[in-house]
């Protein structure tokens, strides 16, 4: 059974730091993209960052960029979104999601291109 388990979450106060992690088990995900989303209270889900298998590639919205960094280690099959200089705006539950096609060269930012999902993990960040 495929399982993805964000971890790292919290409140934390306005230019503070966090880092999440998404632990996959049940199959290996290196040959596929993995990318974090987020979805604030009354919002869509909306794409943050990805990465593709290799690691080569990566993309990050405009409202995280120089701010978020995100990473894999295929040998842990895992994914991880350090956040650093945190905005009150950046208040959301956190989910992390594994690409549909695999061996892809650049980073899909449509949620429906991602098949595989974890349960989500909130981040708070006070002003």
């Known amino acids: 059974q495929v399982q993805l388990v964000e971890s790292g979450g919290g409140l934390v106060q306005a230019g503070g730091s966090l880092r999440l992690s998404c632990a996959a088990s049940g199959r290996t995900f290196s040959p596929y993209t993995m990318a974090w989303f987020r979805q604030a209270p009354g919002k869509e889900r909306e794409f943050v960052a990805g990465?593709?298998?290799?690691?080569?590639?990566?993309y990050d919205v405009d409202s995280v960029k120089g701010r978020f960094t995100i990473s894999r280690d295929n040998a842990k099959n895992t994914v991880y979104l350090q956040m650093n200089s945190l905005k009150p705006e950046d208040t959301a539950v956190y989910y992390c999601?594994?690409?549909?096609?695999?061996?892809?060269?650049?980073?899909?930012?449509?949620?429906?291109?991602?098949?595989?999902w974890g349960q989500g993990t909130q981040v708070t960040v006070s002003s």
């Open positions: 999601a594994v690409g549909r096609r695999a061996l892809q060269t650049s980073v899909s930012t449509t949620l429906e291109d991602y098949n595989y």
């Open positions: 990465i593709t298998w290799s690691g080569s590639n990566t």
